[in-house]
């Protein structure tokens, strides 16, 4: 018995003395039922200890029992590296061209019948160079070229373009809100949309990010994720100059609450869907495969003022673009086995409703706020539907003294897509596996 049976073993024993159904110990771990399945054959080692620790503790292991599985689990996943990098190591060896294959023969033997080669003298300095020998040196210089792009291309193939064709590699889906529609204080006409700045996408925390402060809470400096977008300003008459909207807001439309709660919509079967992503490589991994947020979209939202001056925030809006049947695609989780996790929004928007609305959860302050470059604020908000397929966008309203205005916040210039999954194949990709698999609800 290899060590992923024995650890599989020892789950499969713990499982069936605790009488609790495969179904029932999913839907308490968060996790698909074929994936305690595998867990429990051993076709699977979990690259994380904590859902097999909740896993026995579910089916009241003893302590001795804990010991126990934690060490067979140790040995499973280091018998799993060993099997990684073997591979590894064989696909580069086979990999390698054959440097005997090059071989040619030197002058006056072309056509001759092989036979034991007379040793060669050594050549000193300045001394002359035979044609065969130069023949062989560009053989080896020819095979050491073709082990180099052998290298490169294998090392092209986990950029993050995630090992999809060139039609697929667009560009990364950005991070920081477009800014538009600027409104006067005189009611005057709205401005050019703003182009807005590329920005990187960092990993939530739930906290996201040291310093940051959510609404309500206290003052802490700001460390956004990305560029800000540049702010635009509205019309103004023939030489007067008109300031910038006095504040940024830097949007990620595809943060995460936990792995587990986020999943896409994806028209695509599961074997041309590379595995999930890290939340900071979400926004490509959604781009290049033209994924929709599947069931609900969590947002984070930095809002910070751009000088001394306060500004107010009197309102956050809901505007729906289009409101549709839901997509009929695929649904993929992007993590399995995270537990029982904690909400984190502020904010909620329920897109099934005739007019949506931005409500607060409960405990959280409703709008106003007020914001500066020394003062920002954090707003999460998580929009949800079942039977929709929505293409929707905010405003928020701000003030600073006598100038009012409406910023809009999308997604780098197109509205978020968020569409229901009710009834849709959803799959799932295992810790520690290498491929997704159908998700079974019970």
């Keep these: 018995m290899d060590a992923a049976e024995a650890f599989g073993r020892l789950l499969r024993e713990l499982k069936e003395r605790s009488g609790l159904s495969y179904g029932l110990l999913a839907k308490r771990l968060h996790m698909s039922t074929s994936t305690l399945h595998r867990y429990c054959n051993g076709d699977v080692v979990p690259t994380d200890y904590a859902p097999v620790e909740r896993l026995a503790r579910l089916c009241k292991a003893s302590p001795e029992e804990l010991v126990e599985l934690h060490r067979r689990w140790v040995l499973a996943d280091a018998a799993r590296e060993r099997k990684s990098k073997a591979t590894a190591v064989r696909d580069a060896r086979a990999a390698e061209p054959d440097a005997g294959a090059d071989r040619v023969p030197g002058p006056g033997r072309e056509g001759a019948s092989a036979g034991p080669a007379a040793p060669a003298a050594p050549a000193g300095p300045g001394a002359p160079v035979r044609p065969g020998s130069r023949r062989r040196m560009r053989s080896a210089v020819l095979a050491s070229v073709g082990a180099l792009v052998v290298l490169g291309a294998a090392a092209l193939a986990w950029t993050p373009s995630f090992g999809l064709g060139a039609d697929d590699a667009k560009s990364p889906t950005g991070a920081s809100s477009a800014v538009d529609r600027q409104r006067t204080a005189d009611g005057g006409a709205t401005s050019e949309p703003t182009p807005p700045s590329p920005s990187r996408s960092g990993k939530g925390t739930g906290k996201e990010a040291e310093g940051k402060r959510s609404p309500g809470a206290g003052a802490g400096s700001l460390a956004p994720s990305g560029r800000p977008s540049r702010p635009a300003t509205g019309p103004a008459a023939p030489g007067d100059t008109v300031p910038a909207v006095p504040l940024t807001v830097n949007a990620r439309p595809y943060a995460w609450e936990d792995p587990c709660s986020q999943h896409y919509l994806i028209d695509r079967s599961p074997q041309r869907v590379p595995p999930p992503p890290t939340e900071q490589d979400a926004p490509g991994w959604v781009s290049a495969l033209s994924a929709v947020s599947s069931g609900e979209q969590y947002l984070v939202l930095t809002v910070q003022g751009t000088g001394a001056s306060t500004v107010v925030l009197e309102d956050l809006r809901v505007r729906t673009v289009s409101s549709d049947a839901p997509l009929a695609w695929s649904d993929y989780a992007m993590g ?98 290498s491929e997704w698999y159908a998700r079974e609800d019970g």
């Excluded at 470059?373 to 707003?379: G, I, W």
């Excluded at 006598?402 to 197109?414: E, P, Q």
């Design 336 to 433: 399995v086995g995270c537990g029982g996790g904690v909400e984190t929004y502020a904010f909620g928007v329920d897109l099934d409703k005739g007019r949506p609305s931005v409500v607060p959860s409960q405990g959280q302050g409703d709008f106003p706020f007020k914001v500066s470059e020394s003062d920002p604020e954090v707003f999460r908000v998580r929009a949800r539907t079942a039977g929709h397929d929505v293409r929707w966008y905010l405003e928020l309203e701000w003030s600073s003294g006598s100038r009012h205005g409406t910023v809009r916040i999308d997604d780098h210039g197109k509205p978020f897509r968020t569409s229901g999954n009710t009834g849709r194949p959803g799959y799932d990709f295992p810790l520690g596996g």
